[in-house]
């Protein structure tokens, strides 16, 4: 008998963190026979395999599998490929999730018309330091963090899920090809967008995506993404993510990437940015603004040129 949901957690050098995801996940609400907990651990080299031993020791539910190719997007398919329930949920491994976040997803699925092909929830900070002054609001999106309302709707852009907390219709997401292997983390690359991107595909394709606030999880915010440097980082890879989504293959896309990269560059909005960027009375508008235009020279740069090779170094 196939459970009714796969929770699949893909890591990447993180045992120090896995463990209290994992407990958070091997103990929801659920009956254990109606779900599974998938282990996909990419590439670590720390202890992560045993860390995951120790949970499936006495648990049949749990399951150790090694993806070996570097990549947060690999990771997440090869979790799709291998699990067995109708449904596939995805916590990030420096997550925790309420008691009943799976049951919540499962209610959604089943409850919502028209049924959506993905449903996602609310992601709470979980602070490992006092929240910056500087820090704006936006900016917490780049955490991973939304909170977007009390009551579940159809999402649209530019409101969006977060992959800490998303589940999907299995056989639709294969369907579509599953997730988007140029996008995603690999290593310490914070490039992103994986489950935006399929996200766009599921639309496309006639199927919804709907926010559930009764899935709930919370997500670290650890000290390094507290300091201004990680977030123009995170900003320059949402260019790039942003430049690999909208740029079009083959050298006879060239014109038209050109057009597309100049039709941004030459925006009045980006002189809007500037001007606040550099006068805005609040720290936190101004560094916002920082954050933006980084990440429209970046969005140019990759429509140019394709972005930044990735390596498993």
């Known amino acids: 008998m196939h459970p ?7 890591t990447h050098n993180r045992a120090d963190l896995l463990a209290e995801a994992l ?20 590439a670590s080299t720390d202890d992560t395999e045993a860390v995951t031993r120790r949970f499936c020791d006495g648990r049949a539910h749990v399951t ?10 690999v990771a997440r398919n090869r979790g799709l490929r291998e699990a067995r329930g109708r449904y596939v949920a995805y916590l990030d491994d420096d997550a925790v999730a309420q008691l009943e976040w799976l049951e919540q997803l499962l209610a959604a699925f089943a409850e919502v018309v028209p049924e959506p ?10 602070w490992q330091a006092p929240r910056p002054f500087w820090l704006h609001d936006i900016l917490m999106l780049s955490l991973s963090v939304i909170d977007w309302s009390e009551e579940g709707f159809f999402v649209e852009p530019p409101k969006f899920l977060v992959g800490a907390n998303i589940a999907y219709d299995r056989e639709l997401a294969l369907e579509l090809g599953g997730f988007d292997e140029n996008l995603g983390r690999v290593g310490e ?3 992103s967008g994986d489950e935006c991107e399929l996200n766009l595909r599921i639309r496309a394709a006639g199927r919804s995506v709907y926010y559930t606030p009764q899935a709930v999880v919370s997500h670290l915010v650890s000290r390094t993404r507290l300091t201004k440097a990680w977030h123009m980082d995170r900003a320059k890879w949402q260019g790039v993510t942003d430049g690999i989504i909208r740029r079009e293959p083959g050298r006879q896309a060239a014109v038209s990437n050109l057009g597309a990269a100049m ?5 009045f909005q980006n002189l809007k940015f500037l001007g606040r960027a550099l006068i805005s009375p609040r720290p936190q508008d101004r560094f916002l603004f ?3 235009l980084w990440a429209r020279f970046y969005y ?8 930044p090779r990735l390596t498993q170094n």
């Open 290 to 292: 920082q954050t933006l």
């Open 64 to 73: 150790y599998v090694m993806e070996p190719t570097l990549g947060h997007s």
């Open 4 to 10: 009714r949901i796969s929770a699949v957690i893909c």
């Open 23 to 42: 407990e958070s996940v091997c103990c929801q609400s659920l009956p254990k026979d109606d779900y599974e907990v998938i282990v996909v651990d990419n």
């Open 263 to 267: 039709s941004v560059l030459f925006e």
């Open 117 to 126: 092909g993905c449903v996602g929830g609310k992601t709470l900070p979980n």
């Open 300 to 307: 140019v740069r990759t429509l140019l040129t394709g972005g």
């Open 189 to 191: 690359a914070l490039r």
